[in-house]
């Protein structure tokens, strides 16, 4: 691959070995930041009976306590307000506000410094090159500019490259549409909701077909699973005769995995973080490819707000296969987050993952791309909905897909579900984090 | 690969950064000067990251 096909050459074809040398020292530092700056971590090391330089090896790492999102939402609402003690650089130098998306609960407040928001362009300029971004591209963000850091930082990574930005905030669906047909947009980013919402918008209320009638040749797809799913990514590109590359971050954590042209798993970002996985139910690190366990990871060069082996519970696992065809050495995960742990429950004894109920649902192109699980409790059993559409180009013929939908279901869940088809268009229809999968057994 | 003259531009990177600072500390205080600076100053850590962090390691 010729070097003009990276960002960085340098630390994006970096072997192994060096690798771990250069994330060892990263780590160390961002450590030593956090302990002399943020009460938070001092307190939380200390208590720990942990000094920085107790951390000598790679292997050490993992005697570093963890941090989870509920350790962030206690620290913060005290002074510095509304940052509380994990603000690790003087409050003045904060120029941004940002926030998580408050899915699980209380929003975290994240500031940025100038020099923090560089690095979030910086990291993402890394996934956008090898999208294949250039600065010939224009590229529409259909997004609200809000508190949520979204894809702002996409926004910033784009113009870093030199594309052309359109920002197409306040905008309403059809009118974000029109304007990308308007401008010749060959690029955007969104959820998969939100791709998938576009287009039948599109189809339906404008009879615009985006695969024939507009210019996009790359979409990035964040904020949720769906590109790691292989039949939702299908249905993506198929609507918008795009590639469709999956990226994952998180407001605490930043940027940190993005698909390169293969589409042959997820790289991670290992000059901008250590990703370490462990086992859901042990703790035990995961090394080696072959098991699914929750991601612990660390931020480096991110000062305000550092994030420190975080339990971020997003379900991964390791790639087989060590070397990539684009020649990056970044260390690939298989498919991508494919769950998290929050979701991942047992229903009727058996663990659900509902990714997994996804991949059937879209894998069936008879349905439409909407559905819904609905899990409650009679008397002591489980017991678990699932509502689909016909898609509008078939006739609705339940008794037609519905064998092999309870097949695949049993196949790919272990489990066996209440079915319910609606009419095309009547299930609720998301903009941003969908939530398709409602638990209410404890509410009951 | 190429071979990429990581150290070289090291240096470069540090004389920035020397020169960055040293037109702060002589601003004189002026907003339109300091500000600006540490915008600069922010882009050059980039440019750390991306080549500066590396020297020692390879």
């Known amino acids: 691959m010729d070097s003009g096909e990276y960002w960085n050459p340098v630390l994006e074809t970096l072997p192994r070995e060096k690798m771990q040398r250069f994330q060892l020292e990263k780590f160390k530092k961002i450590l030593n930041w956090a302990y002399e700056n943020s009460p938070f971590y001092r307190n939380l090391y200390k208590e720990a009976g942990l000094e920085p330089g107790d951390i000598k090896t790679l292997d050490d790492i993992g005697n570093v306590p963890k941090t989870e999102k509920s350790m962030l939402r206690e620290a913060q609402g005290v002074d510095p307000y509304p940052y509380g003690t994990i603000l690790s650089v003087p409050l003045e130098q904060v120029t941004e506000y940002r926030q998580t998306s408050g899915t699980t609960g209380q929003p975290v407040y994240h500031p940025e410094t100038w020099q923090d928001w560089e690095w979030s362009a910086e990291s993402w300029a890394y996934a956008l090159y090898a999208y294949g971004y250039r600065n010939t591209d224009r590229v529409f963000l259909p997004f609200g500019y809000s508190v949520n850091i979204a894809f702002w930082a996409g926004h910033y990574a784009a113009e870093k490259i030199g594309c052309e930005v359109v920002p197409g905030g306040v905008l309403d669906t059809e009118a974000r549409i029109l304007k990308m047909k308007e401008l010749k947009a060959t690029a955007f980013m969104a959820t998969p909701t939100y791709i998938l919402g576009m287009a039948e918008t599109a189809r339906k209320k404008l009879g615009i077909n985006p695969a024939k009638d507009l210019y996009i040749r790359k979409i990035t797809a964040a904020g949720e699973p769906g590109a790691c799913v292989p039949a939702t990514k299908k249905r993506m590109e198929e609507a918008w005769g795009a590639k469709v590359y999956d990226q994952v971050g998180a407001t605490e954590i930043g940027h940190w995995g993005f698909e390169c042209q293969a589409q042959a798993g997820l790289h991670v970002l290992e000059a901008f973080h250590l990703v370490e996985i462990e086992d859901i139910e042990t703790g035990a690190a995961i090394t080696e490819p072959g098991k699914k366990g929750s991601m612990v990871v660390t931020t480096f060069d991110r000062f305000a707000h550092p994030c420190i082996r975080f339990d971020s519970k997003d379900i991964i696992e390791w790639n087989p296969t060590e070397k990539c065809e684009c020649g990056r050495t970044f260390r690939r995960l298989k498919g991508g987050v494919v769950g998290r742990a929050d979701d991942i429950t047992k229903v009727k004894g058996v663990l659900l993952a509902p990714t997994a109920i996804e991949e059937v649902v879209r894998d069936i192109p008879e349905l439409g791309d909407e559905y819904e699980v609905v899990v409650i409790k009679k008397g002591d059993i489980d017991d678990i909905t699932l509502k689909v559409e016909i898609a509008p180009d078939f006739k609705p013929n339940v008794k037609a897909v519905e064998p092999k939908l309870i097949q695949q279901l049993r196949l790919k869940t272990g489990l066996r579900y209440n079915l319910e088809f609606h009419d095309y268009g009547t299930l609720p229809r998301y903009a941003v984090k969908a939530k398709r999968f409602k638990d209410l057994r404890h509410k009951e | ?58």
Not at chain 2, 16 to 41: C, F, M, W, Y
């Open chain 2, 1 to 58: 690969m190429a071979e990429y003259k990581i150290e070289n531009m090291a240096k470069k990177i540090e004389m920035l950064r020397q020169t960055a600072t040293e037109l702060k500390r002589i601003s004189g205080g002026i907003q339109a000067v300091d500000r600006n600076v540490d915008r600069i100053l922010a882009s050059i850590k980039m440019l750390e990251i991306n080549i500066s962090d590396l020297v020692g390691t390879i």
